[in-house]
């Protein structure tokens, strides 16, 4: 006879949550929402207010979009059972305010914030995105409990997309066919590797200095430093970053939930790499293969002794303000 409907086996449910209903955390919601990778998303902010109506407005689209659920409450029960949680909640700076100041008010957010939703989804994958993600990503990875390999900050992964953007400017390719990495702490001193430059799988930087005579050491440093800049310009222009980070964390998503194994440069466990002491649990990015297991591997890359130098000077003073956190 034929099965019953019964006995046909559900395909499991994905649910992803945002932590954080601000401008990134809805363009995050919102860029997973059309690339279709939940069947529910879950938001959650403080201020019930916007997030009703936030959630309402994401709802209201469901005749134009693949059939998802949309939830949302001010408290973590209604992220039970996520295979994906997305950090995007943090204090905003007030002018003059330190950066260690910010960083402690965000660790408190961070302690109310964390351990609720890691009991609520003990087998789900954390992502880190707020700032200064590489701290909050040690700081999650504490305060959860969870593995390394399930912690995992969104880390240069922007930074990159940056820098191959303005690479593939410079060449006039196609920047999906510029590999190339940044690597270290996310913002001001992150790493430029130069050697990871490809174009087609060709490495391309040695290309690039014979092509443009102008690829000098300062040249070089004026990429990475637009790169860095690029940031501060878009806040400077429209007030805050979203559509950029939105894509960005969702192509971190789609690697996770679809089991893509793709390398990403993302903020992982460091320690023991490019000679980080091993006794320093530092996050910071390397290029990381990501599936549904979380991190599946750390890419051994080549860095010239400067790069790894560095990356060395970025763990010692991660690893300093992680001290002060008394966690």
């Known amino acids: 006879g034929h099965p019953t409907s019964s006995a046909v086996p559900h395909r499991r449910l994905t649910k992803i949550s945002v932590i954080g209903a601000g401008n990134v955390g809805m363009a995050i919601a919102q860029t997973i929402l059309t690339q279709n990778l939940a069947d529910e998303i879950a938001l959650v902010d403080a201020l019930p207010d916007k997030l009703r109506g936030e959630a309402l407005d994401l709802q209201h689209a469901a005749a134009f979009l693949p059939r998802v659920r949309i939830v949302s409450g001010t408290d973590a029960a209604v992220t039970k059972n996520s295979d994906l949680v997305i950090v995007t909640a943090g204090a905003r700076q007030i002018p003059s305010e330190t950066r260690l100041n910010l960083l402690q008010r965000n660790v408190a957010l961070y302690r109310k914030i964390v351990p609720p939703v890691a009991k609520h989804s003990q087998d789900a994958l954390l992502l880190v995105v707020s700032n200064p993600v590489d701290v909050l990503t040690y700081v999650a990875w504490r305060l959860s409990g969870?593995?390394?390999?399930?912690?995992?900050?969104?880390?240069?992964?922007?930074?990159?997309?940056?820098?191959?953007?303005?690479?593939?400017?410079?060449?006039?390719?196609?920047?999906?066919?510029?590999?190339?990495?940044?690597?270290?702490?996310?913002?001001?001193?992150?790493?430029?590797?130069?050697?990871?430059?490809?174009?087609?799988?060709?490495?391309?930087?040695?290309?690039?200095?014979?092509?443009?005579?102008?690829?000098?050491?300062?040249?070089?440093?004026?990429?990475?430093?637009?790169?860095?800049?690029?940031?501060?310009?878009?806040?400077?222009?429209?007030g805050y970053t979203s559509w950029a980070i939105g894509y960005s964390v969702a192509s971190l998503a789609a690697s996770l939930l679809r089991d893509q194994r793709r390398v990403h440069p993302v903020s992982v466990l460091a320690s023991g790499f490019h000679g980080i002491s091993d006794g320093h649990e530092v996050f910071l990015s390397l290029p990381a293969r990501l599936g549904r297991g979380g991190i599946l591997g750390v890419a051994e890359m080549d860095l010239t002794e400067a790069e790894a130098a560095q990356l060395r000077r970025s763990a010692k003073t991660l690893w300093e303000n992680c001290q002060l956190l008394d966690l």
């Open 146 to 238: 969870f593995p390394a390999s399930r912690v995992i900050g969104s880390g240069t992964n922007l930074d990159s997309s940056r820098f191959r953007f303005l690479i593939a400017e410079h060449l006039d390719v196609n920047a999906q066919d510029v590999q190339a990495y940044m690597v270290g702490e996310h913002g001001d001193s992150s790493v430029a590797i130069w050697s990871s430059i490809s174009v087609g799988g060709m490495p391309a930087f040695k290309s690039l200095r014979d092509s443009h005579r102008n690829f000098d050491e300062a040249a070089l440093e004026g990429i990475r430093r637009a790169v860095v800049g690029g940031a501060y310009e878009v806040i400077g222009l429209k």
